[in-house]
């Protein structure tokens, strides 16, 4: 069994700062591009920022500049630093794991998500 476990979503103001940590557990050999995505009501669920296992980082334009994706490989975790945030950044944030397990199994697994809410 592969857990995807998320932390660090919450309330905050415009202008303010989260930190985002998603941690993968379970029964896993490899972990090789994570990511993280948003889905905001009445809109379909959106990529936000991607990493590879060797460190290769894309973002939607929306959060470039602002947000930070980075990874703990040893500790199959995967962060979103996002500051400078903005209320059209208020949605429920997903993270994303492309992995092996020890069984050779290569599947995407997804977290439960987490809310984040930005407004005044």
């Known amino acids: 069994q592969v857990q995807l476990v998320e932390s660090g979503g919450g309330l905050v103001q415009p202008g303010g700062s989260l930190r985002l940590s998603c941690a993968a557990s379970?029964?896993?050999?490899?972990?090789?591009?994570m990511g993280w995505y948003r889905q905001a009501p009445g809109k379909q669920r959106e990529l936000v920022a991607v990493?590879?296992?060797?460190?290769?980082?894309n973002y939607v334009d929306s959060v470039k500049g602002r947000f930070t994706i980075s990874r703990d490989n040893p500790k199959n975790t995967v962060y979103l630093q996002m500051n400078s945030l903005k209320p059209e950044d208020t949605a429920v944030y997903y993270c994303?794991?492309?992995?092996?397990?020890?069984?050779?199994?290569?599947?995407?697994?997804w977290g439960q998500g987490t809310q984040v809410t930005v407004s005044s």
């Open positions: 379970g029964s896993i050999f490899s972990i090789y591009d």
């Open positions: 994303n794991a492309d992995l092996r397990r020890n069984d050779y199994l290569r599947n995407t697994y």
């Open positions: 990493i590879t296992s060797g460190g290769t980082t």
